[in-house]
């Protein structure tokens, strides 16, 4: 990116040179009119960058220069670092706690007020009897779930709900070495707001034919690689065996590839049928509805694919009319 002004510079050094010396006329005169196009597209180029370096602000899938400037105007975290309100031992005193574990999705991703999400939808559907606490950390998987609900000190959970992602696999892929992980963008692309805009929508797939290539595809691969299959139910034995050992009930909510919520159905179910192997019998998937909604209103957008607004809402309310309503009846 230095490098790229400083030539910028020069050039315009070169063509101010040029234009103000007198022995070469037509030299003069070329640079003259090339200088105006120098300060028209030196304006629009610093225009760009302090509008996306100061004003824009969009979620995306990936973190994104746009989407840090999401991050910075909406993303409060409480004093353990969760997007949720400030707890107390003694706010959770007599009550029925509710502790959600979860990725991006039960973090909020997206979703600029934090009470549209699906454990807040729940918790209003619950009343003041209950207290659910939102534990979802942004980039976890299933191990470093369990670590979160194990540091939690605060109260013990009298229900867990586990919210799973197909995903979550990726992390014991990884930890075998068996999964690709994605190329960075280029410097140049990470330290312009303007020029990480133009390449995150524009220009990745014209200089990198490998970017974002095929990453779904190599989720479900890994479902179907024994190896890496194996290892991720040891991970969510060990989830259910520390919410066995609290005596806590576990509700697990799986959510589908938003995109194609059908094809992960076989991954969906596979899941589900470990979590039931287990004796686990409160589980959600949720590929049906994801397939019932039109894309755009399941969605927060084509460049953020986690779930909109009005889905966290009917995600919150199937989960209390599953598992909680009769009971609060």
């Given at each position: 990116m230095l490098t790229f002004v400083l030539i910028f510079l020069a050039v315009g050094a070169l063509l101010i040179a040029l234009a103000v010396q007198k022995r070469f006329h037509r030299w003069q005169s070329v640079a003259r009119g090339l200088l105006i196009t120098y300060v028209m597209v030196a304006l629009i180029l610093g225009a760009g960058e302090l509008y996306f370096r100061y004003v824009f602000a969009e979620s995306e899938n990936t973190v994104s220069l746009a989407t840090e400037n999401w991050l910075a105007r909406y993303w409060h975290t409480n004093a353990l670092g969760f997007r949720d309100r400030e707890w107390t031992a003694a706010d959770l005193a007599g009550k029925t706690v509710v502790g959600v574990t979860g990725d991006s999705f039960t973090a909020g991703w997206g979703i600029q007020d934090p009470a549209d999400r699906y454990p807040e939808v729940l918790a209003g559907l619950l009343g003041d009897d209950y207290a659910v606490v939102n534990l979802g950390q942004y980039g976890t998987a299933t191990p470093e779930q369990?670590?979160?609900?194990?540091?939690?000190?605060?109260?013990?959970?009298?229900?867990?709900?586990?919210?799973?992602?197909?995903?979550?696999?990726?992390?014991?892929?990884?930890?075998?070495?068996?999964?690709?992980?994605?190329?960075?963008?280029?410097?140049?692309?990470?330290?312009?707001?303007?020029?990480?805009?133009?390449?995150?929508?524009?220009?990745?797939?014209?200089?990198?034919?490998?970017?974002?290539?095929?990453?779904?595809?190599?989720?479900?691969?890994?479902?179907?690689?024994?190896?890496?299959?194996?290892?991720?139910?040891?991970?969510?034995?060990?989830?259910?065996?520390?919410?066995?050992?609290?005596?806590?009930?576990?509700?697990?909510?799986?959510?589908?590839n938003m995109l194609d919520p059908v094809k992960s159905i076989a991954y969906i179910d596979r899941v589900a049928q470990h979590f039931e192997a287990r004796g686990v019998t409160d589980v959600l998937k949720l590929f049906d509805e994801a397939a019932a909604w039109p894309l755009q209103e399941r969605i927060v957008s084509l460049r953020d694919t986690h779930p909109s607004v009005a889905f966290h809402h009917m995600v919150g309310e199937a989960i209390y009319q599953r598992f909680f309503e009769q009971s609060a009846d």
């Open positions: 369990l670590e979160i609900l194990q540091k939690f000190d605060l109260a013990t959970p009298d229900v867990v709900i586990l919210q799973y992602f197909l995903n979550d696999i990726n992390y014991a892929g990884l930890r075998l070495g068996l999964l690709p992980t994605p190329k960075p963008a280029p410097d140049w692309a990470q330290e312009s707001y303007l020029g990480n805009f133009l390449y995150t929508r524009l220009l990745a797939r014209f200089l990198d034919p490998e970017f974002n290539k095929d990453w779904w595809q190599w989720s479900y691969d890994a479902y179907d690689n024994v190896t890496i299959w194996d290892l991720h139910q040891e991970e969510i034995d060990a989830y259910i065996d520390y919410v066995d050992s609290i005596g806590a009930r576990l509700i697990v909510v799986i959510f589908p």
